[in-house]
């Protein structure tokens, strides 16, 4: 997640220092995995949807988790020497992330 900033300083500020306000927040994720071409209800049905926006949960530690809608801008397969297929999926939110 970022949060973006305004310089606020007034005119004719004393001192050095700057003034900044924050303004509008946004997050990207990924996720990345083995590739599974079998997967057609997950992976396959997934990367067809670029540029969709999605709802996605990435969960913490089995009782946490960030919610959300994202919009999917990217999916990347790779493959290393050693024969080993992964796929990733890049997200830019389309909204607040909640964490729960």
Known sequence: MKGGLIKTTPFGASGSWEVNTGTIKSWTATAEGWLDPADTTGQTALANVLAS????????????????????????????SQGVNTRKFSFTGAGNFVFS
């Open 53 to 80: 926006t999605v709802a996605v949960t990435f969960n913490v530690d089995g009782a946490h988790k960030w919610t959300g809608n994202a919009i999917l801008t990217g999916v990347d397969d790779a493959a290393d």
